[in-house]
């Protein structure tokens, strides 16, 4: 089991950053990557970026250049978030998925709350 615990969101102007983190605990031994997804009013959640365990990452198309995520060795899970704009608002969810004797498993966090307002 793993347990993921997000926080850094808010209301930010156009233009502004924000800094997201996601704290993980339990068998974190298992993780085998992380990554950041994000779900607006209406829609399906989606990949913003992911890392993987050797820190090969990948990013949507609409945040390259803008997003950067990260993991530190305290297994933390970050994501730099400039140059918001307003179609990034959404509640951001942190997921690591494991790969252990059972199979694989992605776990979710509670989600944080991201409004970019023009």
């Known amino acids: 089991q793993v347990q993921l615990v997000e926080s850094g969101g808010g209301l930010v102007q156009a233009g502004g950053s924000l800094r997201l983190s996601c704290a993980a605990s339990?068998?974190?031994?298992?993780?085998?990557?992380m990554g950041w997804y994000h779900q607006a009013p209406g829609k399906e959640r989606e990949l913003v970026a992911a890392?993987?365990?050797?820190?090969?990452t990948n990013y949507a198309d609409s945040v390259k250049g803008r997003f950067t995520i990260s993991r530190d060795n305290a297994n933390t899970l970050y994501l730099q978030m400039n140059g918001l704009k307003p179609e990034d608002t959404a509640v951001y969810y942190c997921?690591?998925?494991?790969?252990?004797?059972?199979?694989?498993?992605?776990?979710w966090g509670q989600g944080t709350q991201v409004i970019v307002s023009r």
């Open positions: 997921a690591a998925d494991t790969s252990t004797g059972r199979g694989p498993a992605r776990y």
């Open positions: 890392i993987t365990s050797d820190g090969s």
């Open positions: 339990g068998d974190t031994f298992c993780i085998s990557a």
